[in-house]
């Protein structure tokens, strides 16, 4: 995304002899040649990935030209930026996440998702290549199996649980699911994901089940019959968070593939992780906080309710940006365009404004999830079992990347902390020695 110098201001003056005269750029005329925003230019200084001068006024900061340009050239490769000591690094070239933005293969992700749906996205990611029109259908046996498996839970199971039975029950009807070459992943893929939307029971009346992966999914979360632009925003969630760089159910997945796992257990080790409280079920505490917004009239005192118990107000703040969430940015002005969410969304600014006057913080994709599933009238979990049937997409590809690395490579070493051998062999407590005499008292006789 860099911009052509000649489209841009000059990084020479002609003088009076036709001698070229060095001409430093501002902030924005370097965010335009790397085409970012101004913030980003501040984060590659703060990087050390590119070196500022204060002007001599003091005012503002001025950067080299050719500088930019080799910066913008990298960029155009997606070089990654230099690890920071200790942590652990993947070279992956499916996501960049930069302070304001987030790009799939190089392309704006947000931009993608605004023009092209769920399983074209999901193509994209897994292959580099766009194909319009792309519609994923499962496996007539192993979707027999998930749903068979996925029905005989308790009643009161959540999506979640059901995934992750379907997955188990789908990879045992698959004799194929071992073939870790590219094209077998992809086979296994296209089939994977649709078996997880399908083996959903339903909430009301199904539609056929050749129509776009998000159409299938609407009826399995709300019994309400889906309007264009409704569906729009459901389709457009699933594009968005289809993949967000190393987060801890891909790292999961990244560690299951470097063991040669095949892509439903790959899958299913990242749905094991997305459970958590922390991850994918974050949103699940935001409709609830939203429900209450709404029915109290306001965020003030529901805000106040959770910093005065100690907790987070959920549905705020993302390490990785340093203002809104992007994939919230673009939820957002979608509900807006919904009539029946002109509420919810007054409740979910209502909230973050209210916030915004103890700590900065801004929206992240959580309350957006949680925003849509209030205003469509679904169950709380909806947003927890979007984000599930998404990033599978996400998984697989990391997946097919690992596959590709030297096997078992994520070994660490445990520090240990225990005692210092060597130590004594234990003595059994007074409860084992009870257990191991029997009732009779006497020493039970090894059958050894």
């Not at 841009?8 to 003056?13: A, E, I, L, V, Y």
């Not at 070229?20 to 925003?37: D, I, N, Q, S």
């Not at 913030?39 to 030209?65: H, I, P, W």
């Not at 790009?103 to 897994?126: K, M, Q």
């Amino acid at each position: 995304m860099t911009h052509d110098s000649a489209h841009g201001t000059g990084t020479q003056d002609a003088g009076a002899e036709g001698a070229a005269v060095e001409r430093r750029l501002t902030t924005r005329e370097a965010a335009e040649r790397l085409g970012v925003k101004p913030e980003t230019v501040y984060a590659y200084v703060s990087r050390g990935q590119l070196a500022s001068r204060r002007t001599a006024g003091g005012r503002g900061s001025t950067f080299d030209a050719s500088e930019v340009d080799a910066l913008a050239r990298r960029a155009g490769r997606r070089e990654p930026s230099p690890p920071v000591a200790g942590d652990l690094v993947f070279r992956t070239g499916i996501t960049l996440i930069e302070p304001d933005r987030y790009y799939f293969r190089g392309v704006d992700a947000t931009e993608l998702a605004r023009h092209y749906g769920y399983e074209e996205v999901a193509e994209w990611i897994w292959t580099g290549e766009l194909r319009p029109g792309t519609r994923f259908t499962a496996a007539p046996e192993s979707l027999a199996a998930a749903r068979r498996t996925a029905a005989s839970l308790p009643r009161h199971s959540s999506s979640t649980d059901r995934l992750r039975a379907a997955v188990a029950a789908a990879a045992s009807a698959d004799p194929l699911r071992f073939d870790l070459s590219p094209q077998g992943v992809l086979n296994s893929a296209r089939t994977l994901v649709p078996t997880l939307v399908d083996a959903l029971p339903p909430a009301g009346e199904e539609g056929g089940e050749g129509g776009s992966l998000a159409a299938r999914l609407w009826p399995k979360l709300t019994a309400r019959p889906a309007d264009a632009a409704s569906l729009a925003v459901l389709d457009t969630a699933l594009s968005l968070l289809a993949d967000h760089d190393l987060a801890a159910s891909t790292l999961a997945a990244r560690v299951a593939a470097s063991a040669h796992a095949h892509p439903y257990a790959v899958v299913s080790a990242g749905l094991g992780v997305l459970e958590g409280p922390l991850h994918g079920a974050a949103s699940g505490l935001a409709h609830r906080m939203l429900l209450e917004v709404v029915d109290r009239g306001g965020a003030a005192p529901v805000v106040a309710d959770h910093l005065r118990a100690g907790r987070r107000v959920p549905g705020l703040g993302h390490r990785l940006y340093t203002a809104e969430d992007p994939r919230a940015g673009a939820l957002f002005a979608l509900l807006d365009e919904l009539p029946h969410a002109v509420p919810v969304m007054a409740a979910a600014r209502d909230v973050v404004a209210t916030t915004a006057r103890h700590t900065p913080l801004h929206a992240n994709v959580d309350l957006a999830l949680a925003a849509f599933s209030v205003a469509c009238g679904m169950p709380a979990e909806t947003g927890e079992t979007v984000f599930a049937v998404s990033r599978a997409a996400g998984w697989i590809a990391h997946a097919m990347e690992e596959y590709a690395e030297r096997p078992l490579r994520m070994r660490p070493s445990g520090q240990y902390g225990g005692p210092r051998p060597p130590q004594p062999l234990p003595l059994p407590t007074a409860e084992a020695a009870a257990s191991e005499s029997g009732a009779t008292g006497a020493p039970r006789q090894s059958a050894n």
